[in-house]
């Protein structure tokens, strides 16, 4: 369709959102940004507003008060509900088809640790707690404490350590964010979460369809089932249910096994890099691997694996396959990421110019 329709495309939620966050932004900054044409911008942003105007005038032809229809209206704008999902409590249920590469929410941490999920100061979780309305202390402690499986004894800490997740790969740091503490798990998710400037990020991974419960991953992918039991049971206090995990014996021990190539390989990959052509090759092996799990390749590790790739190809010489792995890093980047996050906006200087990856050190 035409660059300034409708659609799903990732940058324009990320106007809208950076106009919402900084309404002091104008739509030359906003562009600027984005790397894309003011008029493109202006006219994507009208739209925007021309959709929510539409919707409001919808809910208000149904005779709610001015403050239901306010909070409907918010409602209507979101592609997802918290709802009670049989055996799980409550969980998110897509409102709307969501396609895949689209952000589903982005939000601030209620709470924060420093020192990650173990050995947090309790004094500073609570001092954080004891801040915060009524209202939302209420929405926190009705979150799920594995300690406290059946809610008697339930406790701050106890929430904080069950729900929290670290601000990051390798982060120090946890944190608790409302909503998408809410997405259950699944070991064949759906969608995918991170973290980027502060905001925890979830967004589609695979197409999901209206009325279906968006699910992410919580533990480490590339394990058996029985592994994965394991650890949910010893880190969540509870185990899975997914399809993944309820598959026919044969064909789990099949998944299983390419599961656990994919995760040899991830780790064989840094140990070739001085042989580029024959890591480069693993690379296209544990893409072509996810596949076979029929689902597309998880956003997440496709902007890993094409990084990788690209810095092989850069460190051999072979500028053409360079460009072709960067392009898609960063498409998968600006999904997991956003358009302007620091992450993106190194890929897209790499796109312009691949060389100007040299200035950064050596490649892998």
């Excluded at 984005?34 to 539409?54: D, G, Q, W, Y």
């Excluded at 209420?138 to 404490?145: G, S």
């Excluded at 010893?234 to 096994?257: S, V």
């Excluded at 392009?327 to 600006?334: E, F, G, I, P, Q």
Aim: charge should be neutral.
């Amino acid at each position: 369709m035409p660059e300034d329709q409708g659609g799903h495309d990732p940058w324009r939620q990320e106007a809208v959102q950076m106009q919402k966050d900084d309404p002091e932004l104008t739509i030359s900054q906003i562009a600027a940004r984005l790397n894309k044409p003011v008029k493109t911008v202006k006219s994507a942003l009208a739209n925007a507003r021309k959709k929510e105007a539409l919707a409001k005038s919808e809910k208000g032809s149904q005779g709610y008060s001015k403050e239901g229809r306010n909070d409907n209206d918010k409602a209507n704008l979101l592609p997802y509900q918290i709802a009670p999902i049989p055996g799980k409590g409550l969980g998110l249920v897509a409102t709307r088809k969501i396609c895949r590469g689209e952000l589903i929410v982005q939000e601030k941490p209620v709470l924060t640790a420093s020192g990650g999920l173990v050995g947090f100061a309790l004094k500073q979780l609570q001092t954080q707690f004891d801040q915060l309305s009524s209202s939302v202390q209420d929405e926190i402690m009705v979150l799920y404490d594995k300690h406290a499986p059946d809610g008697v004894g339930k406790t701050l800490s106890g929430v904080f350590s069950t729900n929290a997740l670290p601000q990051g790969v390798g982060s120090p740091d946890a944190a608790l964010c409302l909503v998408i503490s809410r997405a259950n798990h699944s070991c064949i998710s759906n969608a995918y979460h991170g973290w980027v400037d502060g905001r925890e990020r979830l967004y589609c991974d695979t197409d999901i369809e209206s009325g279906e419960e968006i699910c992410t991953n919580y533990i480490q992918w590339h394990r058996t089932t029985i592994q994965r039991q394991d650890a949910l049971q010893a880190q969540f206090g509870f185990l899975c249910g997914c399809p993944a995990c309820m598959e026919e014996e044969t064909l789990r021990k099949k998944h299983d096994a390419i599961r656990c190539q994919i995760g040899e390989l991830d780790e064989a990959i840094p140990e070739l890099a001085f042989s580029p052509s024959k890591a480069v090759a693993l690379v296209e092996k544990v893409l072509g691997l996810y596949e076979q799990l029929g689902r597309p390749v998880p956003h997440a590790a496709e902007q890993r694996h094409c990084y990788d790739a690209f810095q092989l190809s850069l460190s051999e010489g072979n500028m053409q396959a360079a460009k072709r792995w960067i392009r898609r890093a960063y498409n998968a980047s600006v999904v997991t990421d956003g358009m302007t996050s620091p992450g993106t906006l190194r890929f897209q200087r790499f796109m312009k110019n691949p060389m100007s990856r040299m200035q950064d050190g050596p490649c892998v």
